[in-house]
């Protein structure tokens, strides 16, 4: 069953349920109030009868009520201490002799029984001045009820026959409403798991179904990013696959020609060799971080002092720095001590190294150490060429650089970045790069400290 009619089918139910029980409980007041008034007015009426012949018994006032009773809906029949009737404005049967018998003490209902009897009864016992005793007993048809009876339940059931037709109309409209949303979302799902991801979704309501449909939204475009992403990926690696190996084909075919001096077929091996690690360190990386994907690698923590850590290799990086005519510095404020797999995060520092020599005309780079807050913070900043702000976003995807054009000299296939983030993200520590193009940038590293310090 669609679940708009499922929907549809237990708010209609529901609805009813409440209209049907409402309406009997509002049934069931009005008639019995309006049955309460009639005995209220036919009391009332006998007392006030009561009062007339307790102020004069006479026979003009017995004959006056008669009369009086007679021009009306309502009906008198008024008896002696004895029970035998004095006056009568109805002629009398077996039913009201039976009313007649009932002798009370003071003003009662007689007679409530609307639905199966003639009439309804009142009695109010007298004593007159004159000390005559008797009962003037009230008694008033129960066909006028009835017939009002009648005509209020054809009233009731119109209503209700309304309440229900504006109540299906209702229950459309509103499960359109409801459903509608859900509807077109559900086609936007199966659009998406056909793979097209342009879908568009019009709900613009901020409650869940809204919410929802933003989710879907957000998934259906980052559904289409990461399609992109992976087309450029896959472009991105046959390319740089392409350019070293067209090198190396084109320096072995003319390292192979005949006559070549010595220095010239050295000079073709050299880039033949520099070619094929350039080509084996794109397939290392590659492979690590397709590792690092599969959550197949593993880091071995260790406490380590991180002063004497990036000490050794500053140590190392100071040479090659030099020689490229930058400024290495080491700001070591404070040890601090932390949790790191060492192996790997030299790889870290290494990457965000090698970029800032890469991307240096000489200037200074310069590594800091500090710490507050239980955290110790290491920041590399350099002095070289910078990156654009609306590039600094995708610095850490894979195979990004700045520069599109790949040469030889210019160096990196746009892995550094990526295994960097991967590494940090897996010692869940917090990665910053902020930059001023032409001015330089600056890496920082957020790690905990090491708990037991
Ligand atoms: N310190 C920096 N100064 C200027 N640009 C930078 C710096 N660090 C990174 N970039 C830019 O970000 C891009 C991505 O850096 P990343 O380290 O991921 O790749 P790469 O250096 O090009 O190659 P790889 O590190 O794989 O050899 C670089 O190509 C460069 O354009
Ligand atoms: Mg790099």
Same mark, same amino acid.
């Given at each position: ?8 089918l ?13 309406m ?17 007015a ?42 035998d ?12 002799n ?11 209902v ?22 005559e ?21 054809h ?6 026959i ?63 990013? %990461? @399609?992109?992403? +992976? &087309? !450029? ?7 740089? *696959? =392409?350019?070293?190996l ?12 005949p ?35 599969q ?18 290799i ?11 005519g930058?400024? %290495? @510095?080491?700001? +070591? &404020? !404070? ?7 060492? *192996? =790997? ?8 190294l ?81 930059? !001023?193009?032409?001015?330089g940038?600056?890496?920082?590293i ?8």
């Amino acid at each position: 069953m669609k679940f708009s009619t499922k929907l549809g089918l237990w708010f209609f139910f529901c609805i009813l349920i409440i209209e049907t029980g409402s309406m009997l409980f509002l049934h069931q007041n009005v008639v019995q109030t309006l049955i309460d008034n009639e005995k209220e007015a036919l009391l009332a009426r006998g007392a006030s009868h009561r009062d007339v012949l307790e102020d004069s018994f006479t026979d003009n006032t017995l004959q006056h009520i008669v009369l009086m009773e007679s021009k009306t809906d309502t009906e008198v029949v008024i008896t002696d201490q004895n029970g035998d009737v004095i006056e009568s404005s109805i002629a009398l049967n077996e039913e009201i002799n039976f009313f007649i018998l009932q002798i009370t003490n003071d003003d009662q209902v007689i007679e409530a029984d609307w639905e199966s009897q003639s009439y309804i009864a009142t009695a109010s016992p007298f004593r007159s001045n004159s000390g005559e005793n008797g009962t003037v007993y009230m008694l008033k048809s129960t066909n006028q009820m009835k017939g009002l009876i009648t005509d209020l339940n054809h009233h009731f059931a119109i209503a209700v026959i309304i309440i229900l037709f504006f109540l299906v109309i209702t229950n459309i409209i509103l499960v359109k409403l409801l459903t509608k949303p859900l509807v077109s979302m559900k086609e936007a799902t199966k659009r998406i798991s056909e793979g097209d991801f342009t879908v568009t979704l019009p709900v613009k309501s901020k409650d869940e179904i809204g919410e929802l449909a933003n989710s879907i939204q957000t998934l259906a475009s980052n559904l289409n990013y %990461l @399609k992109q992403e +992976r &087309k !450029e990926f896959l472009a991105s690696i046959s390319h740089e *696959l =392409r350019t070293p190996l067209t090198y190396i084909r084109g320096y072995a075919d003319i390292g192979q020609k005949p006559n070549l001096v010595e220095s010239q077929k050295n000079e073709y091996l050299k880039i033949i060799h520099e070619e094929s690690i350039r080509v084996s360190n794109l397939l290392e990386d590659l492979f690590e971080l397709a590792k690092m994907d599969q959550n197949s690698f593993s880091i071995m923590n260790e406490e380590v002092q991180f002063r004497e850590f990036l000490q050794t290799i500053y140590d190392k990086a100071y040479p090659v720095f030099s020689n490229s005519g930058i400024e %290495l @510095k080491f700001n +070591r &404020k !404070e040890e601090c001590y932390v949790n790191i797999d060492p *192996l =790997r995060f030299e790889q870290v520092v290494l990457n965000i190294l090698d970029n800032a020599l890469k991307y240096s005309d000489g200037g200074t780079t310069t590594i800091e150490l500090s710490k507050k807050d239980n955290t110790c913070k290491l920041t590399i900043s350099d002095e070289g060429k910078g990156i654009p702000e609306d590039q600094i976003p995708y610095i850490f995807d894979r195979l990004f650089r700045v520069e599109k054009s790949r040469s030889r000299l210019t160096g990196g296939v746009g892995l550094g970045l990526s295994i960097v983030k991967e590494i940090v993200d897996a010692h869940e520590g917090e990665l910053k790069v902020s930059s !001023e193009f032409g001015v330089g940038t600056t890496v920082s590293i957020l790690l905990k400290e090491a708990k037991n310090r």
